[in-house]
Structures are given as structure tokens and as C-alpha cells.
């Protein structure tokens, strides 16, 4: 019964020592899941900063090019209104031509010009 003793003696040890390697390895795997775990949670809060900082950088860019539209629109608004109100006075200064045939126009100043200076007064119309 000896030998018998030994054999389990030796088989139980041998499973203890099983044991212990399992749960060895058993300890490693769950500290590399709680190291991975965290590494995913700092990816996830990475992830979000940087998402949340593009989002930032969008709402300053589409702010931007909605200044820029509305500041078009206003300047082209502009041009339209100078252009027609430039329009009147071509119409304004050719029907004064048309009004006075027998005065003598200087015709090579831009019309705004002559409208100022040949309504005045006799001498600036006679240059």
C-alpha cells in the first residue's frame, strides 16, 4: 500500500502543481484583459476627443464660410444696386445731350464728371 500512497501522493502533487499553472496562467490572461480593456477605453476617449475636436473645427470652418457668403451676398447686393444707379445716370447724362443738341459736350470725361461740371455753370461748359 505504500507504493499505492506514493502514487497518489505523486498524482496529487502533480494536479496541485496543474492547478497552480492554471491559475498562473489564468491570473496573466485576466491582467492582460484589464491591461487591454483600459488601452480600449483610452482609445475610446481618444477617439472621442478627436472627434469631438473635428466636430469643433467644422462648426469654426462652416461658421467662417457662412460669414464669407453673407459678406458676398452683401457685396454683390452692392454691385447691383452701384451698377444700376450708374445705369440712371448714363440714361440721366443722354438724355441731357439729347435735351440740349445745339451746346458743345465735352464727351471724353465719364459722364458723372460732365454732369457735374457742365450743369454748374457757363465756364466749365464751354472747355
Not at 458743345?104 to 457735374?116: A, E, F, G, Q, R
Request: hydrophobic share 35%; glycine share 4%.
Amino acid at each position: 500500500m505504500g507504493a499505492q500512497a506514493t502514487l497518489r501522493e505523486k498524482a496529487l502533487v502533480s494536479k496541485t502543481r496543474e492547478w497552480e499553472l492554471l491559475q498562473l496562467s489564468a491570473n496573466k490572461m485576466q491582467s492582460e484583459l484589464k491591461s487591454s480593456r483600459e488601452e480600449l477605453t483610452t482609445l475610446q476617449m481618444e477617439k472621442t476627443a478627436t472627434r469631438d475636436k473635428e466636430r469643433v473645427e467644422l462648426l469654426r470652418f462652416q461658421t467662417e464660410l457662412d460669414a464669407t457668403k453673407k459678406q458676398l451676398l452683401a457685396e454683390k447686393k452692392e454691385s447691383s444696386r452701384l451698377a444700376r444707379e450708374n445705369e440712371e445716370i448714363r440714361k440721366m447724362f443722354a438724355k441731357l445731350l439729347l435735351a440740349s443738341p445745339g451746346r458743345h459736350w465735352k464727351l471724353s470725361c465719364p459722364p458723372t464728371v460732365c454732369l457735374l461740371l457742365h450743369t454748374s455753370g457757363g465756364e466749365e461748359r464751354d472747355r
